[in-house]
């Protein structure tokens, strides 16, 4: 399996937890009862369907009872269409809409006859644009209350007036009004629901998807610090033990005790680099029972060991640092001790007839500056894109060319504290010079001016 493919199954399985997460997290905010409706959608038609029959049951027996079976039998037409909500929703919208009208012509006042059409313009507000469901709203509600209207004031008025004493006239045109301005308001609020329906999972929706963009950042993310980590452990321990491994085959002739100074010096870089590799790996183990530590690399402490690995390794190193400590947080410290060595490793790689190899850190207030420069001779022949990309051959180094890869990873450390890194030849040499802003937590108080402390006073 390659390393593209393996990139994309990490990103893919980020996703994919990240989705299960929000997934779980809905499955908590739904109750048992509605969890399983919906994990069983024809469930809940049937569920539909049953409570449509329980409010018109009455308006069907009376139909029934009274000789109009056709209109009993709309009414379960209706019923029975309502299973198909979730596959033909304009469909049923039409179809209810016109067995509505059907219902009230053969059977006049009957109760909750509209009923249908709530259930038909829920389903339709959350599948379509809310624009597309008022539009069907409005068309499915104007026949139905046009005939109430024509009922109270048309042509139809006394077609549905069956007791002219028991229903007065005005009572006839009050409860007509009522009735058509009930069923309008009745499908107002179904189909505002299912627009509201619709918009709640668009947001879950959106949701899911922005846990997932930001799963699938933190996979690169998490990625490339790994890479950068990888690069910089790598390279900076290889190179130092392949200059221990020559230096211990001139020295071990004329000098015994000198070369097992440097064998010793080599042992203990290979295994820091050991530790280092598993420290950095083990964010990939789940298995407790077999991680890595994952403590974070004592910085602060290991540079003077750092330093002196490389004097070992035969780099003339001089090193200084003026002002305040640096600040007690371990990333930062990191930072500053990756710069570093990643500097020193290209000087060590690349630099030839070294007389002098300087590391100076400063800080002031909450700056901090890093500067590493040698007086190797042809360092810009040999150092352009981290001393690798163009390194020539016939250098005499013997090391291994670097891939590119370590001046961009000083810089997106820098990032991190706006900080800036630039590289380039030095005088006779070559220079690295780093610019880092302590972290906010760690710069010092500002001091107050005598002038703004009489003022307060």
């Known amino acids: 399996m390659n390393e593209a493919s393996t990139a994309k199954d990490a990103l893919v399985a980020g996703n994919w937890q990240a989705a299960a997460s929000f997934a779980e997290l809905n499955e908590r905010r739904r109750g048992r009862i509605r969890r399983y409706l919906y994990e069983h959608p024809r469930v809940m038609d049937a569920v539909v369907a049953l409570s449509y029959v329980l409010l018109v049951a009455p308006t069907a027996v009376d139909a029934f009872v009274s000789g109009k079976w056709l209109a009993a039998a709309l009414l379960g037409a209706v019923a029975g269409a309502l299973f198909l909500r979730r596959f033909h929703p304009v469909g049923l919208v039409a179809f209810v809409a016109v067995m509505e009208v059907a219902v009230t012509l053969l059977h006049p006042w009957g109760s909750n006859v509209s009923t249908g059409l709530w259930f038909s313009l ?95 950042l933190a996979s690169v993310n998490e990625r490339n610090r790994i890479a950068r980590e990888m690069h910089d452990v790598v390279a900076h321990s290889l190179t130092v033990m392949i200059s221990l491994s020559d230096g211990a085959g001139v020295v071990v002739r004329k000098s015994p005790e000198r070369a097992g100074e440097v064998l010793g010096e080599l042992s203990r870089t290979g295994r820091t680099a050991l530790a280092d590799m598993r420290r950095v790996l083990g964010v990939l183990r789940d298995d407790a029972g077999t991680a890595a530590p994952r403590t974070p690399l004592a910085a602060g402490q290991s540079l003077a060991k750092l330093l002196e690995g490389f004097r070992t390794a035969g780099l003339p190193l001089h090193y200084s640092h003026t002002g305040p400590a640096l600040p007690n947080d371990a990333a930062f410290q990191l930072t500053v001790y990756r710069i570093v060595q990643e500097s020193l490793t290209n000087v060590l790689r690349y630099g030839r007839s070294l007389g002098r190899v300087d590391v100076d850190i400063a800080r002031q207030a909450a700056t901090v500056t890093i500067d590493v420069h040698d007086d190797g001779a042809g360092g810009s022949a040999h150092r352009t894109d981290d001393g690798g990309a163009q390194a020539d051959a016939s250098s005499g180094s013997g090391l291994p060319f670097g891939t590119g890869q370590g001046l961009a990873g000083m810089a997106e450390r820098a990032r991190i504290y706006s900080g800036t890194v630039t590289a380039g030849p030095g005088g006779r040499g070559w220079r690295v010079h780093v610019v880092l802003t302590c972290p906010a937590d760690e710069r010092p108080e500002p001091i107050t001016a005598p002038s703004e402390l009489q003022g307060k006073a």
């Not at 007065?168 to 299912?194: C, E, M, Q, R």
């Open 122 to 216: 829920y389903s339709v507000a959350v599948v379509h644009t809310r624009r597309f469901a008022l539009i069907t709203m409005a068309a499915a509600t104007a026949p139905l209350a046009l005939l109430y209207l024509l009922a109270a004031v048309g042509p139809m008025e006394n077609s549905f007036v069956q007791d002219q004493g028991a229903n007065p006239a005005d009572f006839h045109l009050l409860t007509s009004i009522a009735t058509g301005a009930t069923i309008a308001l009745s499908n107002v609020i179904a189909t505002g629901i299912g627009i509201g329906v619709k918009q709640r999972r668009e947001h879950e929706q959106q949701v899911a998807a922005w846990a997932a963009r930001t799963a699938r």
